[in-house]
């Protein structure tokens, strides 16, 4: 059978519509191509467009440009899409909040008491310690790390920013608008500064918020937030011990090879360009010496000596050869000339 009728749009909103189909006898069928979520007139689609356009990091004239790609209809306009957004973040707010306290309470019961290990973090808007915004957490320790708290820093207000256009030709309306809206600047000082007034701040909190204190700190290298931690600490009975992150650590092994290896690429060395290349400092070998580096260090953490030795024995080992061997600091389990030896 043939279907003998007319359809058409009855309303748009976005990337919502509203369907009628009209039979030739005049009945109507009306088609929504997405739900109202409840107690609000937004659609479905339309709220999940604003939430995947922000979680994708492309805002919404990213979200206008990908619709275009695909040859859809246009989303919601921008004031719709900050509304859409101001609609949603109580909610964000709240799951948000749930999230980190119950994280809080896991590692409590991990740890069996109110004093946990957490590690830090930062990161930027953009790199070179120039942003005027960062982001710093504390998250939990064990092998799923989850977000305990977390705290943006602003150096710039935008609101602040935009009433400056008004200061002078109507600095009464400045006035009131600058005094009643809520300023978005939290940090006074350099970019770099972020992270550690950013940590400082989490650890101080962390008593009112979670009744949690963070005993022990996993650094990840940076020399000064632990300073910080410890000459304006952040609790009277508690003195926060630092637990140096190996795997941190040992990627500095791997930043340093290749440091080298950048500054000795158009230097001679026995007839080449550089230390790189097919039988010299390859790639992969480079990360097994971070990889080797890391267990000597894991291997022998009780032991000042034997850790030091463990260090040398890789470079001794692999500078060796058949008529100069060094292998006197190797361990027949991984070492093929002691094995060699033994037999």
Not at 292 to 311: E, G, Q
Request: with cysteine; net charge positive.
């Amino acid at each position: 059978l043939i279907w003998n009728g007319d359809m058409s749009v009855a309303k748009r909103e976005g990337l919502y519509c509203s369907l009628v189909f009209t039979c030739c006898c005049s009945h109507e069928i009306k088609i929504n191509t997405s739900k109202q979520c409840l107690n609000t007139s937004k659609r479905d689609i339309n709220v999940r467009s604003v939430i995947g356009a922000n979680f994708a990091g492309i805002g919404h004239q990213g979200l206008v440009k990908l619709c275009a790609i695909l040859n859809v209809p246009l989303p919601i306009d921008d004031d719709h899409f900050f509304d859409t957004l101001d609609y949603l973040l109580p909610t964000f707010e709240s799951y948000k909040l749930r999230s980190m306290k119950n994280a809080v309470e896991e590692a409590c019961k991990k740890s069996n008491g109110r004093k946990i290990t957490v590690s830090g973090d930062g990161t930027w808007q953009k790199r070179g310690f120039s942003s005027l915004h960062g982001v710093v957490e504390v998250l939990s320790n064990g092998p799923t790390a989850k977000v305990l708290d977390l705290e943006r820093l602003s150096k710039k207000c935008s609101i602040c920013t935009g009433l400056l256009s008004i200061k002078y030709s109507d600095p009464k309306q400045y006035s009131e608008s600058k005094n009643k809206h809520q300023c978005e600047i939290n940090h006074v000082g350099s970019s770099a500064s972020m992270k550690v007034a950013g940590i400082h701040r989490l650890f101080a909190r962390s008593k009112m918020l979670y009744n949690v204190k963070y005993a022990h700190y996993i650094g990840d290298g940076d020399a000064k937030v632990f300073p910080k931690l410890i000459s304006d600490p952040p609790y009277e009975d508690v003195s926060i011990t630092k637990i140096e992150d190996v795997n941190h650590f040992s990627k500095k092994m791997l930043h340093r090879l290749q440091k080298i290896a950048e500054s000795l690429k158009k230097t001679n060395i026995d007839g080449k360009l550089g230390i790189r290349g097919s039988g010299r400092m390859t790639k992969k070998m480079m990360i097994n010496f971070k990889h080797y580096y890391r267990l000597a260090i894991v291997r022998n953490k009780t032991n000042l000596d034997d850790m030091v030795r463990a260090v040398w024995a890789i470079w001794k080992h692999k500078s060796s050869s058949n008529s100069e061997p060094h292998h006197e600091w190797c361990s027949p389990s991984y070492c093929g000339y002691l094995q060699a030896l033994e037999k």
